[in-house]
């Protein structure tokens, strides 16, 4: 499987931003797909992720309320609704798939896009 993240860009403070995430070379029925974000000098962390057995979702906390993970199953594809953004979201995001449900462990996913840069203005 390979993914392809895209629509990260330059935002205001309090804006919005959607990201995708297109996956080729296999669907993503069978997988639990993920968010990721790596800040400049911070290490890569957890930010969503919607895991196929039944389709729950879990978020970071310091995104909870203000951004949405969704699938598209027909479309193979992931998107990540960002609202209310600040400048402590500004990363690289990275969209990930694995087979281990309800997992926030990078080490559980084994397939990674090339990531995204978003940049959030105060």
């Known amino acids: 499987v390979q993914l392809q993240a895209s629509g990260g860009g330059p935002v205001q403070a309090g804006g919005s931003l959607r990201l995708s995430c297109t996956a080729s070379g296999g669907p993503l029925t069978s997988l639990n797909m993920g968010w990721f974000r790596q800040a400049p000098g911070q290490e890569r962390e957890f930010v969503a992720s919607f895991t196929w057995t039944g389709g729950i979702v879990m978020y970071a906390d310091s995104v909870k309320g203000r951004f949405t993970i969704s699938r598209d199953f027909a479309e193979n594809t992931v998107s990540l609704e960002m609202n209310n953004l600040s400048p402590e979201d500004t990363a690289v995001y990275y969209c990930?798939?694995?087979?281990?449900?309800?997992?926030?462990?990078?080490?559980?996913?084994?397939?990674w896009g090339q990531g995204t840069l978003v940049t959030v203005s105060s």
């Open positions: 990930a798939a694995g087979r281990v449900v309800f997992s926030k462990s990078i080490a559980d996913y084994k397939h």
